[in-house]
């Protein structure tokens, strides 16, 4: 869920989880969707409404990030396979608590989609080894639909 709110905050790295944080600037961030990208943090050069605002950073958000709260005013995440770690240090806890919110409406519909290619996948393969369904086997009739037969 996007929304129409940007807060001003401090975007921070750690190359790979070692060393120092390194402060890449102040930014307003929000989550917007982006084509093809999907939901994605945002940071922009300007608040809403700013007639120059341009994108100086977007990170798409994906099926099990994990983003955690590492005090009242700062939001953490590791890079899904580089393991670099990112963080926001907001201006206070309400504007990170409020950014936080617009967050957890993604990462939960991410999550419930999670693992359902490899479901449906079993499901096909299932009804394509002549696994016959009973009549109330839902599951099944979704199996014999998705390969294309009928029961």
Known sequence: MATDASYPAQLLHRGEGEGEWCNLGAAYTAVRVLRPQGHSIIMYSGPDGHPHQRIIFAYPILPGDAFERLDGSTLSWTESGS???FALCFLDEAACAAFCGTISPVTAALAALDGVAERLAGLRVAAAEGG???AGDIAGRL????IGRRP
């Open 83 to 85: 393991g670099n770690e």
């Open 132 to 134: 016959a369904a009973a």
């Open 143 to 146: 199996a014999q639909l998705s």
